[in-house]
Nanobody
Framework: DVQLVESGGGLVQPGGSLRLSCSAS????????MSWVRQAPGNECELVST???????FYSQSVMGRFTISQDNAKNTLYLQMNSLKTEDTAVYYC????WGQGTQVTVS
């Protein structure tokens, strides 16, 4: 079965850092574009970052320069390094490809 499992969320103070991980299984991880999407309460989903199979990356304007997406194909794992966190980064963060994971809560307060 295709599965994505996120981890690494938590509570952090403004200016702090977190690294999210997404463990993938059931598909050719390195051949697929992978994304991080977030949703804050009352807000629409926001595409935060994408890494393509050729390793090209996209970042939303709101996180550019603070977040870094990466992947380890040997471990079938996607990462999101989040630095200089702001209160407005508070959201549930989802790992996504053709499916979404269950999400991990990030709270900046």
């Amino acid at each position: 079965d295709v599965q994505l499992v996120e981890s690494g969320g938590g509570l952090v103070q403004p200016g702090g850092s977190l690294r999210l991980s997404c463990s993938a299984s059931g598909f050719a991880f390195g051949d697929n574009a992978m994304s991080w999407v977030r949703q804050a309460p009352g807000n629409e989903c926001e595409l935060v970052s994408t890494i393509s199979s050729d390793r090209s990356t996209f970042y939303s304007q709101s996180v550019m320069g603070r977040f870094t997406i990466s992947q380890d194909n040997a471990k079938n794992t996607l990462y999101l390094q989040m630095n200089s966190l702001k209160t407005e980064d508070t959201a549930v963060y989802y790992c996504a490809t053709s499916i979404w994971g269950q999400g991990t809560q990030v709270t900046v307060s």
